[in-house]
């Protein structure tokens, strides 16, 4: 939450688990609804911020994202295998190098962010129209792309200009956790990228909070 790891006000955990042979991963706390709160608050901060950045710093922050996560594909990949149970040879290794793609791809696309001028009645006035930040995003991310469905949403987020509160799947908070740390190293503004992890009441609590302004989600209906 804005650039520093928080404690969480809960006292509530839960385990994450190797699929393969259920060992422990990692033991992660819970966000509380105050919890949800602070990251929505850190992320409305920093949309001033965000929006005062030009495209062309935008992107090179995206970029800094794709330099940052290529040069941790292994120790990156590995930690997705143990959360996930996806293969390292086949899956986790190649999903890093996609998410790196996504960055630098949305780099690019952020600086081709044109927008149109129209016809006016009047000689002398222009009518054009300007692109502006929607604000606070809100993203909710599957366990099967634990990092691969993050970036895609939150790198568009981001070089809209857009601040995010990202809630990862339960089952592999570890990849949406140390995708905003990439972020966050990249740059961005502190508050840019936060995190709350959790169950569906997080996800409930997050979506539904006053503070956000769109939601990017992947999931079931049930979800």
């Known amino acids: 939450i804005e650039g520093d790891w928080t404690e969480a006000t809960s006292d509530a955990t839960f385990v994450v688990r190797n699929p393969a042979d259920g060992s422990t991963v ?5 966000a509380s609804p105050q919890d949800v709160d602070r990251a929505v608050a850190a992320a409305r901060a920093a949309t001033t911020a965000m929006a005062e950045l030009t495209e062309f710093e935008r992107a090179e922050r995206l970029h800094r994202v794709a330099d940052l996560l290529e040069g941790r594909v292994g120790e990156l990949a590995a930690q997705m295998t143990a959360e996930s149970g996806k293969p390292l040879a086949t899956e986790t290794r190649d999903e890093l190098t996609e998410v790196a793609g996504i960055f630098r791809l949305t780099a690019e696309e952020t600086v081709r962010l044109e927008t149109s001028v129209m016809p006016s009645i009047e000689a002398t006035k222009r009518v054009f129209t300007h692109r502006k930040p929607v604000g606070v995003y ?9 990092m691969n469905i ?18 990862p799947s339960e089952y592999t908070p570890l990849s949406g956790a140390a995708l905003a740390e990439a972020i966050d190293e990249a740059g961005f503004p502190p508050g840019a990228i936060n995190v709350v992890h959790g169950d569906g009441a997080v996800g409930a609590a997050l979506v539904t909070h006053p503070g956000v ?11």
Not at 138 to 146: D, M
Not at 157 to 162: M, V
Not at 213 to 223: A, Y
């Open 26 to 30: 990692a033991e992660v706390a819970t």
């Open 213 to 223: 302004d769109g939601i990017g989600f992947v999931g079931s209906n049930t979800t």
């Open 138 to 146: 809100a993203l909710l991310t599957p366990f099967n792309f634990p």
């Open 150 to 167: 993050p970036a895609e949403l939150a790198a568009a987020a981001l070089g809209g200009g857009n601040a995010v509160v990202l809630k």
